[in-house]
Structures are given as C-alpha cells and as structure tokens.
Nanobody, 124 residues
Framework: QVQLVESGGGLVQAGGSLRVSCAAS????????MGWFRQAPGKEREFVAA????????YYLDSVKGRFTISRDNAENTVYLQMNSLKPEDTAVYYC?????????????????WGQGTQVTVSS
C-alpha cells in the first residue's frame, strides 16, 4: 500500500506560478512511477505529467509543455509539479498517482494509488 497526500494548491492570478507536492508513505516509494492528473468541473480527469521511478524521463500533456515541470525526490518520498505561466484553463483539482513499476503512461487505469487531490484555481 502507498498513501499519497497532495498539498500546495491555492488561488493564483493568470501568469503566476504554483508548486504542488505529493508526499508518499508506505511501500518503497522509489519503486513507483508517478503521475499528475487534473479534473476540472464538468470535465473528465485528464493526464498532466508523469515521471519514471528513476526520474530520468518525464512526459507531459501538450498544453502544459514548457510551463509545467514534474520532478521527484526519492529521499524525501515526494513528487512535485511546478506550474508556471498559469492560465484560467489550468483550474482544476490536481491529483497525484502512483504506479508500481518503472514507467506509467497517460491512462488513469495504469495507476494503482491516488491522492485526495488539491484545488488549483487560476483567476483571469
């Protein structure tokens, strides 16, 4: 079992930045690939970014490339999503997720564990 707890969400103006964090506990965190997803009101949950267990490879939703950066600190059992140049359309609940294995992709069904989410609101 892995427990995931997100933090760092909040309200920010368009063009601003936020960093959301996801702290993991339980089984060996470094054995998990990690991902970030988001869900806006009235919309389905969508993939945002993923990182391999080693941190060597990262993947992004096209609309966030160049603005968001996913990273991880295995010593601290934490994954981060740095969000810059935020837009109102980035407003959503952001969830982190863990997949037991080297790599996980863009489908939420690939992930084994989920956090409770943290709200990010970008005002125009």
């Amino acid at each position: 079992q892995v427990q995931l707890v997100e933090s760092g969400g909040g309200l920010v103006q368009a063009g601003g930045s936020l960093r959301v964090s996801c702290a993991a506990s339980g089984r060996t965190y470094s054995a998990y690939a990690m991902g970030w997803f988001r869900q806006a009101p009235g919309k389905e949950r969508e993939f945002v970014a993923a990182i391999t267990w080693s941190g060597d490879n990262t993947y992004y939703l096209d609309s966030v490339k160049g603005r968001f950066t996913i990273s991880r600190d295995n010593a601290e059992n934490t994954v981060y999503l740095q969000m810059n140049s935020l837009k109102p359309e980035d407003t959503a609940v952001y969830y982190c997720a863990a997949h037991y294995g080297t790599f996980a992709g863009v489908l939420d069904v690939e992930y084994d564990y989920w956090g409770q989410g943290t709200q990010v609101t970008v005002s125009s």
